[in-house]
């Protein structure tokens, strides 16, 4: 799958207890050069947890460019991944710029 920066993918996620696996939205943050040359992409997951949590960019379908969330959600900044390119079974939006440029804001502010 051809994949790209700000992407908003379908995927299988691990939870980080490591006891389960779900299909969760997740915004592909690696840039193109990245996305081309390599298997692996990262990703940013969403929740549709809405309270209010640092390091959390409040997203709904007004800051996509294109496509629609199932429901208003919440990227976690704090809860960078890596996954095979191979896992991800779709993409359902994509995201705006000036979102894209939040989220990176919210990762350094978290490391």
């Not at 710029?97 to 990176?104: C, F, G, H, M, P």
Request: without cysteine; hydrophobic residues 45%.
């Amino acid at each position: 799958m051809n994949v790209k920066q700000k992407d908003v993918v379908l995927l299988p996620v691990i939870f980080s207890d490591q006891t389960e696996i779900k299909v969760r939205p997740a915004v592909v943050i690696s840039n193109n050069e990245i996305n081309e040359m390599s298997d692996d992409v990262m990703l940013v997951p969403l929740t549709s947890v809405l309270k209010e949590m640092p390091y959390s960019i409040m997203l709904t379908d007004k800051n996509l460019a294109d496509g629609r969330l199932a429901a208003p959600s919440r990227a976690r900044a704090d809860k960078i991944f890596t996954a095979d390119k191979s896992l991800i079974q779709r993409k359902i939006g994509t995201i705006q710029q000036d979102i894209l440029s939040v989220i990176k804001q919210e990762i350094m502010n978290a490391i």
